[in-house]
């Protein structure tokens, strides 16, 4: 039995537990990886996620009565709303005022409402229960949030009959994650567990929110990724993350343009002039990377995967060096994994912590596992935790 599975039907007996009612049926999303297009996405940039193999699940069934209750395997208790009461609880940034893993599946009900408000819909919400379970990690910058806000909003989206589009499904996880939890994100996670596909990654211009879809072709190289997610947590609705918007934004306005990426690296000698040091190697990284995105694209188009992996090395570097969001682990967790043969590698998601991806060929996976417990070892870090991921599905409805 996988993993995924289990998740699976841990969602169906909590499910069980929970409710008097029939369910209507199972949803799931991912968690993703980033290839490439470090914070580039609240900049209007450019970013190469994949969805990953690990999932989300969602048992929905649907009420006699007006409230929402949704459960959760890592909770102890189920919570339990009038689904009036929503437009009350929410938006609710800096005073969460349900239990913050709930503010995820609640605030997506909540946008999902608004949503259809807005649209002039009027089938009104029945009540709902909600059995979610996962297999996605948490805290390692997998994105397990975007997976519960994706499988939770394709459930709701179905049995609310409310027939929105992925892209429209992952505007309402983002609005879930910024205006329910507080997190000051981007729509790259939302957007890469809807759209996923296998052996891809999805190129999102996130000012327009057209994607394309870019085969990876990664089984035909014998390359696999390999992700080292340190343990070292991070947390986004506070601290590095919305310090670094704010230099983005700050740059911007030095600049004269609505978002960074309105600026190509052609610009950067002005830039310079234009702001403090400090601004500016924010904004530096920013513009260096929507180029490296773009770069990564027509090299896997052209070249194949085997080729990308300087592009890699370059995106951490400038995010070590001037977006200053890595950490030794991180740091650590690269160098190791391309001294034991990967082919390139950097930390992903929002840094300060969290995970690094090591592309590697498949007879290097053993030695980049045993050379990162080793070296963090001697450095006398926590171990970290060694896996392979899949670019995988999208999100979807199960049964
Ligand atoms: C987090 C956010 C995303 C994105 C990345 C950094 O994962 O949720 O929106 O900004 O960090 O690329």
Known sequence: MTQATDAAAAARALFTALSDHPPAGLWSAPGRVNLIGEHTDYNDGFVLPFAIDHRTYAVVGIRDDDRI???????????????????????????PVVAQWAAYPLGVAWALRQAATAGGRTTPATGVDIAIASDVPVGAGLSSSAAIEGAVASALNDVWGRGLDPVALARIGRRAENEAVGAPTGIMDQMASMLGRPDAAILIDCRSLHTEVVDLGLDA????????????????????????????????????????RDLTVDDLARAER???????RRVRHIVTEDQRVLDTVRTLREQGPTAIGPLLDASHASMR???????????????AARAAGAIGARMTGGGFGGAAIALTPRDRVDEVELAVASTFDE?????????????????????
Do not use: K, Q
């Not at 001037?322 to 160098?335: G, H, K, R, W, Y």
């Open 69 to 95: 209750r949704v459960a959760s395997t890592l909770a102890e208790a189920p919570v339990d709303v009038p689904l009036d009461v929503l437009d009350r609880l929410f938006p609710s940034v800096g005073s």
């Open 221 to 260: 190289a014998d390359l696999v990724l390999v992700v080292i997610d340190t343990r070292v947590s991070h947390a986004h609705a506070t601290g590095g993350y919305r310090d670094r918007r704010e230099a983005c934004e700050r740059g911007a306005a030095a600049m004269g343009v609505a978002a960074l």
């Open 274 to 280: 234009a702001m403090d040091a400090t601004t500016f």
């Open 321 to 335: 060096d001037d977006f200053e969001i890595s950490t030794p682990e991180l740091d650590m967790a690269v160098e």
């Open 379 to 399: 450095a006398g870090f926590a171990p970290a935790h060694v896996f392979t991921v899949v670019p995988s599905d999208g999100a979807r409805r199960d049964e």
